[in-house]
């Protein structure tokens, strides 16, 4: 295994969902976030089978001559496949969460059990925690919970894969590296130590949808998921990125170094889009 890990998730670009595609601006995005992408040093590209979080990645995974390969049938957690540098793997469940609600017992939450009004919240707070949202009776009328259960057990399956095995809250390795602050000095010095660093990090990326993505991020940060599905706005082709910190060898835990950047598009002068929020976003 490579020194350490980065997790890279991308949000697929602006979609056209009526077609399961992009929009025209949508496909601007995916070739800015294949422009940033073009030099990063992936180690394995994943991807969710449905048709717009294909589309975002085609022009990175071209950029970096990877092929897509087939969606694999459900495998069992402990039997994902192999990594394979040279093809993009599509796993089922990295497609976008399908959890509808009964509407006649909650006719206000758009047949998806988020996107909840702040009322909802103060009248359901058992939502927000992490060891008994599943409780919460929005919960009791939709499938979320085992979807929830569904994506953990599989992402824990292929982060064993390369290394890092569940224990409890955090994740074990081989503990045979060092550790992930060896470089850092705290006198003034950050970028020659960084520069002196080793970067032959594994880098995992995931091209996904918003709801998989804030399952997989409550899970490795450990929180409630309603937490970081209404805590967050991660815009269409945004970047979010994890780093797995290892202070103790064999004691794994990953950190957020950056949540929804679109700073591809702010160079290339293209505005972020608002789908998948309710408020304007930063332009600037």
Same mark, same amino acid.
């Given at each position: 295994?490579?020194?350490?890990?980065?997790?890279?998730?991308?949000?697929?670009?602006?979609?056209?969902?009526?077609?399961?595609?992009?929009?025209?601006?949508?496909?601007?995005?995916?070739?800015?976030? @294949?422009?940033?992408?073009?030099?990063?040093?992936?180690?394995?590209?994943?991807?969710?089978?449905?048709?717009?979080?294909?589309?975002?990645?085609?022009?990175?995974?071209?950029?970096?001559?990877?092929?897509?390969?087939?969606?694999?049938?459900?495998?069992?957690?402990? *039997?994902?496949?192999?990594?394979?540098?040279?093809?993009?793997? *599509?796993?089922?469940?990295?497609?976008?969460?399908?959890?509808?609600?009964?509407?006649?017992?909650?006719?206000d939450h758009r047949f998806i059990p988020w996107d909840l009004t702040p009322a909802y919240f103060n009248?359901?707070?058992?939502?927000?925690?992490?060891?008994?949202?599943?409780?919460?009776?929005?919960?009791?009328?939709?499938?979320?919970? &085992?979807?929830?259960?569904?994506?953990?057990?599989?992402?824990?399956?292929?982060? @064993?894969?390369?290394?890092?095995?569940?224990?409890?809250?955090?994740?074990?390795?081989?503990?045979?590296?060092?550790?992930?602050?060896?470089?850092?000095?705290?006198?003034?010095?950050?970028?020659?130590?960084?520069?002196?660093?080793?970067?032959?990090?594994?880098?995992?990326?995931?091209?996904?949808?918003?709801?998989?993505?804030?399952?997989?991020?409550?899970?490795?940060? &450990?929180?409630?998921?309603?937490?970081?599905?209404?805590?967050f706005f991660v815009p269409p082709a945004s970047v979010t990125i994890l780093s797995a910190e290892e202070?103790?060898?064999?004691?794994?835990?990953?950190?957020?170094?950056?949540?929804?950047?679109?700073?591809?598009?702010?160079?290339? $002068?293209?505005?972020?889009?608002?789908? $998948?929020?309710?408020?304007?976003?930063?332009?600037?």
């Open positions: 295994m490579d020194n350490f890990m980065k997790l890279i998730f991308i949000r697929h670009a602006e979609p056209d969902y009526e077609h399961d595609s992009l929009t025209e601006k949508g496909f601007r995005e995916a070739e800015l976030v @294949a422009k940033r992408a073009k030099d990063w040093r992936v180690s394995q590209f994943y991807c969710s089978p449905l048709g717009r979080a294909q589309a975002t990645a085609a022009p990175t995974l071209h950029a970096h001559h990877v092929s897509l390969t087939t969606v694999f049938p459900e495998p069992a957690p402990d *039997v994902l496949h192999k990594p394979d540098p040279d093809k993009a793997i *599509v796993y089922p469940w990295l497609r976008e969460l399908h959890a509808p609600v009964d509407t006649e017992l909650h006719p009248e359901h707070p058992l939502l927000l925690d992490k060891e008994r949202w599943r409780e919460a009776e929005l919960m009791k009328h939709c499938d979320l919970g &085992n979807q929830a259960d569904w994506i953990y057990e599989r992402l824990d399956g292929l982060l @064993a894969l390369h290394g890092y095995r569940r224990d409890g809250l955090c994740y074990r390795t081989d503990g045979t590296h060092g550790t992930s602050n060896d470089f850092m000095k705290y006198d003034g010095t950050s970028v020659a130590c960084m520069k002196e660093a080793d970067g032959e990090e594994e880098v995992l990326v995931f091209f996904c949808h918003l709801g998989v993505m804030m399952m997989m991020l409550s899970h490795l940060i &450990n929180t409630a998921p309603h937490a970081m599905l209404h805590g202070r103790i060898p064999g004691q794994a835990y990953f950190r957020v170094q950056t949540a929804g950047d679109t700073s591809h598009f702010r160079i290339a $002068g293209e505005p972020v889009s608002y789908y $998948g929020g309710f408020a304007m976003p930063f332009q600037e």
